[in-house]
């Protein structure tokens, strides 16, 4: 795979994201990366598994589908916003992505799969590490040396639940993805009732039950969440408990491997009891987030004080 072509679909996926509320054609996608509107089409297919439009449109409905679940506004006006001549027309395409019609959805807001698409750059991160390296011979150092300065908090978790979906043997995110799929975000990502954001899973032995996999996502719910669960996903109860942060700085998107790597250099050797503390591993399972560059990797670790 030349990087010329990844760089290019990266670009045009840049496009798309900045340009998702105004009409987009195939010359406008083309012109972002510097291809012809043909060879533009056809690499994007290839890379992403979507035609630029299937993309475009499975973003647009998912945006929109938030939209209905967050905010007081009629159907027909996100519609509109997100550049659907007619109100017949989103709702076949709505209907066609969650298997519900936007109007109940809106009055409903069931767990529904968005569409959340990862940046095709860091999907292929080590690759065009590996050039530049070759281009270039030798790195900076800034670009090699791992970032060291990590903020570390304690924090209230209150009484609360988990949905989440389990694997089967998955210790990590990557093999999470190959055993489950990498579209479950998406699913976690709509539940409205969401305390935070979702979360990658290491679960204790106690919540993980035999044959289901170590690693999981999930997110967050109120102690008293009646809701809806998503097909084959589960639902444990968490009790309150203490979890200590641990926030590492701002990276490149494109580097979040070695961004996660150097938070975890760090919690290896961090010593709680110096604070008062001790790990608490089978109160809660310890979660990371989404690593998004401009807020540095996040990951949290169970801890309860120690009584002297």
């Known amino acids: 795979m030349k990087k010329e072509i990844i760089i290019a679909v990266g670009k045009m996926q840049d496009y798309i994201k900045a340009h998702l509320t105004e009409p987009i054609t195939l010359y406008d996608l083309a012109r972002s990366c510097g291809l012809s509107p043909w060879y533009a089409s056809r690499i994007f297919k290839e890379l ?5 439009f299937e993309y475009i449109r499975a973003c647009r409905v998912s945006q929109a589908a938030l939209k209905l679940r967050d905010e007081k506004v009629k159907v027909i006006d996100v519609a509109l916003d997100f550049v659907f001549d007619t109100h017949e027309g989103f709702t076949r395409a709505f209907t066609r992505q969650f298997g519900i019609n936007p109007a109940r959805y809106k009055k409903t807001t069931p767990p529904v799969k968005l569409f959340l698409p990862h940046q095709i750059i860091d999907s292929y991160t080590n690759f065009l590490k590996e050039e530049k390296f070759m281009n270039n011979k030798e790195l900076s150092k800034s670009e090699t040396d791992p970032v060291k300065t990590v903020f570390v908090q304690v924090i209230e978790r209150p009484a609360r639940k988990m949905i989440l979906k389990r694997g089967i043997k998955a210790t990590d995110y990557f093999e999470y993805c190959e ?3 990498c579209d ?4 976690l990502v709509s539940i409205k009732e969401a305390l935070y954001e979702p979360a990658g899973l290491w ?4 919540m993980a039950p035999l044959g289901t996999s170590v690693y999981a996502q999930g997110v967050e719910v109120p102690a008293d969440y009646s809701g809806l669960i998503p097909e084959g996903f589960d ?8 979890m200590m942060i641990f926030q590492g700085s701002p990276f490149r998107d494109e580097d979040f491997k070695e961004a996660i790597q150097s938070l ?3 919690m290896k050797t961090y010593n709680p009891p110096i604070y008062g503390f001790e790990w608490a591993d089978q109160v809660a399972p310890r979660f990371q987030m989404e690593p998004i560059g401009y807020r540095g990797y996040i990951e949290g ?3 309860r004080e120690i009584v002297k």
Do not use: A
């Open 235 to 242: 639902m444990i109860y968490l009790k309150p408990c203490k």
């Open 179 to 181: 055993e489950v799929g």
């Open 264 to 266: 975890w250099d760090v």
């Open 48 to 52: 992403l598994g979507k035609t630029p």
């Open 184 to 187: 479950i975000w998406g699913i």
């Open 301 to 303: 670790r169970p801890v």
């Open 203 to 206: 679960l204790p032995s106690g």
